[in-house]
């Protein structure tokens, strides 16, 4: 059975980085679409970035477009999600999660997605 884990997260100033990886218990992760999710505190879960099961394709929320990129090692079962320019307002927890298909719903919600993660919190403060 497929399981997720994110890492990466962490504290960081407003411009600065993190890149967070979502990884599996061993199973293969190429048969499907992951998709990087978010969820402040009092608000509902939103999404960031999806990526097709061979990478070929790629989704952005426009409040991220420019500033975040999505990747996958399929070799290695594990996406990545690179944030670059981080602000205030990206503060969230962070989930990956597989999807049903292979590839993205471009309008990023939830339903596709079969299986998560625990999720990874990031935080932007000075």
């Known amino acids: 059975q497929l399981r997720l884990v994110e890492s990466g997260g962490g504290l960081v100033q407003p411009g600065g980085s993190l890149r967070l990886s979502c990884a599996t218990n061993?199973?293969?992760?190429?048969?499907?679409?992951v998709g990087w999710f978010r969820q402040a505190p009092g608000k509902e879960r939103e999404g960031v970035s999806c990526?097709?099961?061979?990478?070929?394709?790629?989704n952005y929320a426009d409040s991220v477009k420019g500033r975040f990129t999505i990747s996958r090692d399929n070799a290695k079962s594990t996406v990545f999600l690179q944030m670059n320019n981080l602000r205030p307002e990206d503060t969230a927890v962070y989930y990956c999660a597989a999807s049903r298909y292979e590839v993205c719903n471009s309008e990023l919600t939830t339903t596709d997605f079969a299986t998560w993660g625990q999720g990874t919190q990031v935080t932007v403060s000075s």
């Open positions: 061993g199973v293969r992760l190429d048969y499907w679409a």
């Open positions: 990526i097709h099961s061979q990478g070929g394709s790629t």
